[in-house]
């Protein structure tokens, strides 16, 4: 009897034994489990901070920013929120050094009316010029800026007027630079106010839609890309009076 009791003790100390070692096992694998699960959450949290909705901005000039990832999601700069002192010389593409003086400067003539320009414009990777050499117009009338913005380049004050329209997911912007001017006539031997029209359209990608690092690329090359001393040394090509003979 006595034997049979202690068979049934060693029993219950061996279920005992076992399940209090059952028990410290599982205490020690869930800790780990719930460890790995709250690396993996931190770890979800950290990419879901990275990536940055797929909307743009409007720039005031007609351009379009995106959103930076290494900036928290904020929107890129608009061009000019960078440079806002507008009698600053910049060319299109700063960094890569190209502005309006050593491009290769052509003559064309439309409708008459005989000026310079670029017969393109090199450097560019993302951005593209849709309309160029751009359509040059001179027209006798009153200059009155109604619908555009104001802008002073190189000590001339213009009128520029932009549109832009959305079309398989790029930004097409038509840039219109205005000026006015005095003719000297020569029958009426009085001085007469023109304004010349400056005239091109740009066709801008959507960024977001290329891979890192090209997205970050194309980004900098919409905030840096700015014809306004291009326009200028046209514009002054036309005021120049070996061209109006």
């Known amino acids: 009897m006595n034997e049979q009791k202690s068979k049934v003790v060693a029993i219950l100390l061996f279920l005992i034994l076992a399940l209090l070692g059952l028990l410290v096992v599982f205490f020690l694998f869930s800790k780990q489990l719930f460890k790995s699960d709250t690396v993996n959450n931190s770890n979800n949290d950290n990419i879901e901070e990275y990536f940055c909705t797929a909307d743009v901005k409007l720039c005031p000039d007609g351009s379009y920013v995106s959103r930076l990832r290494d900036g928290g999601c904020k929107f890129a700069p608009c061009f000019e929120e960078d440079n806002t002192d507008d009698n600053v010389d910049v060319g299109f593409l700063p960094e890569t050094g190209l502005d309006a003086n050593n491009l290769d400067w052509q003559e064309f003539v439309q409708d008459g009316l005989k000026f310079r320009a670029p017969k393109e414009i090199p450097g560019l990777e993302f951005v593209r010029l849709e309309s160029w050499p751009p359509k040059v117009s001179e027209v006798v009338g009153k200059f009155v800026c109604d619908s555009g913005v104001q802008k002073e380049i190189n000590g001339r004050n213009y009128c520029i007027v932009t549109t832009s329209e959305g079309a398989a997911g790029s930004v097409f912007t038509t840039y219109k630079y205005m000026i006015d001017h005095l003719v000297y006539d020569e029958v009426s031997s009085t001085d007469i106010e023109k304004i010349v029209s400056i005239e091109f359209i ?44």
């Open 202 to 245: 740009v066709k801008y990608p959507q960024c977001l839609n290329y891979d890192s690092p090209q997205s970050e690329a194309c980004i900098q090359e919409e905030q840096n890309f700015n014809l306004d001393n291009v326009v200028d040394t046209i514009v002054e090509s036309i005021f120049e009076p070996k061209l109006e003979s």
